[in-house]
């Protein structure tokens, strides 16, 4: 027992650094989407999406599995001291990554016009030429994170991310900056943009492959014989195929949303392309601001599995349960405000974040995906504890389900020339609504009776609905105020420096609104803090029990 104790905090230790590594690419992420949208114009924007979808689904076919199978073969082989099995895995693990990044690359770089054609935005032609390349890198680079995950090495994972996310931001930003100030075509800027994710894929790769060569330059000499190499693909890809079947379901749906979104609002609406892209652009919009929160999910869902594992290998079921009533409470406690809050100001959010868009139309799409934001973050938390009880095929079931839900409505409501573009906006709340409630359903019938949905739920709800009554009355009252003073307003109207300074205000009252409330109601407790950095000192600070 003494012995294992090193390995457990390695593992925590491990993860804590992954998720503290993905927290960082995606704050970095806000801060590429965001002003990217200021550079890029709606239709251009939805370029840039367009590819990027393309691209995500030929990454989740071509590395969805393989990273996972490979670090879960590296981990036995390495567990067992079988050095030559682990270099022999790998080997053919960088080969067969090596052989599909090619085939994937080809794809979209000797196809771009006809995947452009496919998708019916012919202007995304540029961004689907400049993105091909970084699935030559992605592939190998993928190899080398599973190899070190194997081997519980989680900080070059992280650093690479990094690398590729710092790359995306500071070279794809200059490239569309540059791009559209020359007065080139907002397409090719749309592809300049993108052109920052192949050059962080190419410099992550180098990364991961210095450090690589240097673990192996100190690396013990084995003397084990390695299985044949038949016997390790099969392996491989009877690991890889089911993680990657799964992990696609969401990037098919996705590819399809766009396409579908896009040609209904061409064919049935009646829209031109360019008014389709622009239109889909301003969604798109609003889809960065709505993926905020979720962002903030990572370390619960990474901290939920370990706790709920370890609870069922000692068979203690009742703290399983317990475990996964504090996840949903905390998940809760953070996402339904911050849905709210993104519902409640989604207008003056997308004047402060987009002011040259159609704010109109972005604020009314915002204030339908801030809700649905509250879903996601609740599905993300319930496959998380889905899968430690050993029960992974549900999410993947029930995502299935929910996507097709999207689809329909999309067809239906995308397609009438009144609703458009709001249709995807109540698709994705349909969407991730019901898969959320279906498996909190599957998850108490499953879960001991312990578990309460009424202390999960009703406090987050009503002090939710207490801070966004009190967000929505200062923010009216701070712009009354403001109008017609100075720089902040004039004419009768609010200046882009007087919203600001009324949403600043607002949330920061809604923040501390939200945390007394939490705080009078007794909303938090110490073990609800437990799971998360950190939580036992700020459960002794808040003198929480």
């Known amino acids: 027992m003494a012995g294992s104790q090193p390995k457990k905090n390695s593992f925590f230790g491990g993860a804590a650094i992954l998720a503290g590594g ?40 071509s590395t969805g599995g393989l990273p996972v199978a490979l670090s879960k073969m590296v981990s036995e082989a390495h567990a067992t001291e079988r050095g030559n099995q682990v270099q022999k895995v790998f080997r053919i693990s960088m080969v067969t990554f090596c052989i599909l990044g090619t085939i994937t690359f080809a794809f979209m770089f000797f196809f771009p016009r006809q995947l452009a054609d496919f998708m019916n935005n012919s202007r995304s032609y540029y961004s689907i030429l400049a993105l091909a390349p970084a699935l030559f890198f992605i592939c190998p680079l993928s190899a080398l994170r599973g190899y070190f995950q194997g081997h519980s090495l989680m900080a070059p994972t992280a650093v690479s991310q990094i690398i590729e996310a710092m790359c995306k931001l500071l070279f794809g930003l200059s490239l569309a900056w540059l791009m559209v100030r020359q007065g080139l075509d907002e397409s090719m800027a749309a592809g300049g943009a993108i052109v ?16 690589y060569r240097g673990f192996r330059a100190h690396a013990p ?34 590819l399809i949303d766009t396409k579908l979104v896009l040609g209904r609002l061409q064919d049935a609406a009646g829209f031109t392309e360019e008014v389709a892209r622009a239109l889909k652009g301003i969604y798109d919009k609003a889809v960065t601001i709505y993926n905020l929160p979720t962002q903030f999910m990572v370390p619960l869902t990474a901290s939920v599995i370990p706790a709920v594992s370890a609870a069922q290998a000692m068979k203690d079921y009742r703290q399983g349960a317990l475990v996964s009533e504090t996840a949903l409470r905390t998940t809760a406690l953070l996402a339904i405000p911050a849905g709210v809050g993104l519902s409640v100001l989604a207008e003056p959010i997308i004047r402060l974040l987009y002011p040259a868009t159609d704010v109109k139309l972005a604020g009314w799409t915002l204030t339908i995906l801030g809700y649905a934001a509250i879903f996601v973050c609740l599905m993300l938390v319930c496959n998380a504890i889905l899968q430690a009880h050993k029960h992974a095929g549900i999410p993947m079931i029930a995502t299935l389900v929910g996507c097709v839900l999207k689809i329909v409505i999309n067809y239906v409501l995308v397609g009438d020339p009144d609703i458009n573009i709001w249709g995807a906006a109540f698709s994705t709340l349909s969407c991730f609504g019901f898969i959320a409630l279906l498996e909190l359903v599957i998850i108490k019938l499953i879960l001991p009776k312990s578990l309460s949905y009424a202390r999960v739920f009703v406090k987050p709800v009503l002090n939710s ?72 000192k700020i459960a002794r600070l808040l003198r929480l029990r």
Do not use: H, Q
Request: proline content about 3%.
């Open 22 to 61: 993905i927290i960082i690419v995606k704050v970095i992420g806000a801060l590429y989407k965001i002003p990217l949208g200021w550079i890029l114009s709606d239709a251009a924007f939805a370029d840039f999406n367009t590819a990027y979808n393309i691209y995500s689904l030929l990454i989740v076919i």
């Open 465 to 536: 609905a207490v801070m966004g009554l009190a967000v929505w009355a200062v923010y009216g009252l701070a712009s009354r105020c403001l109008v017609g003073i100075g720089p902040f307003g004039d004419a009768g109207a609010l200046s882009g420096l007087g919203n600001a300074v009324c949403v600043v205000i607002a949330v920061g009252v809604g923040v501390v609104i939200y945390f007394a409330l939490v705080l009078l109601t007794r909303a938090i407790s110490k073990d609800d803090l437990s799971l998360m950095p950190k939580g036992d």
């Open 196 to 211: 920052g994710v192949t050059i962080g894929c190419g410099l992550a790769a180098v990364y991961m492959l210095v450090v």
């Open 221 to 254: 000499g084995y003397s084990d014989t390695p299985e044949r190499s038949g016997e390790i693909f099969r392996t491989l890809m009877a690991l890889a195929i089911p993680i990657t079947l799964g992990s696609s379901v969401m990037a098919v749906a996705n």
